[in-house]
């Protein structure tokens, strides 16, 4: 089985600022990696996702996240957060060979004028 | 292309009454999701389909959930009979290949569930 933990429930950030979005993961075999955004009353959409090869993925909206086997790590990061990114963010797991995703409980990014 | 429809955005019912909620995937998609999510936690997958077949329900409360999909298009997701413990917004996702692969999950708006 695996799982996910994002320790951080909410990040306050200034505008312009950057951000970065912890997610640890735990798994017995190796594992897809995806971060999903939810703005207010909306649905979840798909940010980034790590699949193979580079470890530095890039995403919609400026975000990148960066895979860390060792630390079975998946932070999130942006370097000038906006308003508009407000939102709650999920990292989310999928072992390889299945389609099955498991959701981290989540953290609000909260960007402050 | 639209993207997945939900319905009714909202409902309100009492403890022991029965709700249903409708599902219509993205065109052409094989595999559609119903997660739960409660207030403050992250999405649980419920149960997903493989065209018009489960392929996992492990996590869904069969005494009191039931999901169809019978045309392999859209689906049905209901409670019968709801407890307060099942307020909860209910997601539907869709992904176009049939399985295997790490295929993006696109979400419907959700249906919100509050029940007293």
């Known amino acids: 089985a695996q799982s996910v933990t994002q320790l951080d429930s909410q990040v306050p950030v200034f505008e312009e600022a950057p951000v970065e979005l912890r997610c640890n993961y735990s798994s017995s075999v190796s594992v897809y990696l995806f971060w999903y955004v939810q703005y207010p009353n909306q649905g979840l959409q798909l940010l980034l996702k790590y699949l193979s090869g580079s470890t530095l993925v890039k995403g919609i909206n400026g975000f990148e996240a960066e895979f860390n086997k060792s630390q079975t790590s998946f932070h999130l990061r942006k370097p000038s957060v906006h308003i508009s990114d407000t939102a709650e963010y999920f990292c989310?797991?999928?072992?390889?060979?299945?389609?099955?995703?498991?959701f981290g409980t989540g953290t609000k990014l909260q960007v402050i004028p | 292309e639209a993207g997945v429809a939900q319905s009714p955005r909202y409902k309100i019912i009492e403890k022991r009454q029965s709700v249903a909620f409708w599902c219509n995937p993205i065109?052409?998609?094989?595999?559609l999701y119903w997660y739960q999510q409660i207030l403050g936690q992250g999405p649980k997958l419920l149960i997903q389909f493989q065209n018009n077949g489960v392929v996992d329900d492990s996590q869904l409360p069969k005494d009191r959930f039931s999901a169809e999909r019978l045309k392999g298009v859209d689906s049905t997701l209901k409670i019968q009979p709801a407890k307060l413990e099942d307020s909860a917004v209910y997601l539907c996702a869709s992904t176009f290949l049939a399985g295997g692969s790490p295929d993006t999950q696109y979400f419907g708006p959700g249906t919100r569930l509050t029940v007293l």
């Open positions: 065109s052409g998609h094989a595999t």
């Open positions: 989310a797991v999928t072992p390889r060979g299945y389609q099955k995703v498991t």
